[in-house]
């Protein structure tokens, strides 16, 4: 992993990490061993420059998905990563949830499913216990003071169209809440 990631000492510096990552121009991330792809938006490219705009304002996206239907299964458009607690980005993420979205703060007890398989969950979220100490293996090879800030100052949010297979929303909204 290269030395952006090690150097790293804020989550807003995780986040223009992750930008680059998505732009091509940083190889890896630490969730991911290897160069950006067709396959981490499921071949949505349309929602690459949303996320771009995301992770430089400060929303560090680690999972995102478009809203789609196809034999078999079906899925909710759907984003979820990390901002720093004390970020006016966070109540304007929040704030999505009086658009129609639902928006979850911090980790669920509760399961959340965004993805269905012949009627099974697929996808989901939440529904199992989330420690502090996770930050550490989810995010091996990055700088001690970003990882500190993520255990202290981090906040989960994940967001979500209710809608199964809808992926003209939350994209747009998503974008207007990151400028």
Do not use: C
Not at 15 to 31: C, D, I, T, Y
Not at 72 to 90: E, F, K, M, N, T
Request: aromatic share 10%.
């Amino acid at each position: 992993m290269g030395s952006a990631w090690r150097d790293a000492r804020t989550i807003a510096d995780l986040g223009q990490n992750m930008a680059g990552w998505l732009e091509g121009r940083v190889p890896s991330w630490p969730g991911y061993d290897g160069p950006f792809g067709q396959e981490e938006t499921n071949g949505a490219r349309h929602l690459v420059p949303t996320l771009i705009a995301a992770n430089n304002a400060g929303f560090v996206t680690i999972n995102s998905q478009p809203g789609e239907t196809g034999d078999g299964y079906r899925q909710r458009a759907s984003v979820d990563g990390i901002v720093h607690d004390h970020s006016p980005l966070l109540d304007r993420l929040l704030a999505l949830q009086n658009q129609g979205f639902t928006v979850v703060r911090g980790w669920p007890k509760q399961q959340h499913v965004i993805t269905e398989q012949d009627g099974q969950p697929f996808t989901t979220f939440g529904g199992w216990r989330w420690r502090r100490n996770d930050i550490h293996h989810i995010w091996r090879g990055v700088g001690h003071r970003a990882r500190r800030e993520l255990r202290e100052h981090g906040t989960t949010i994940h967001i979500y169209d209710p809608v199964w297979g809808r992926d003209d929303r939350l994209w747009p909204a998503l974008a207007g809440a990151v400028r």
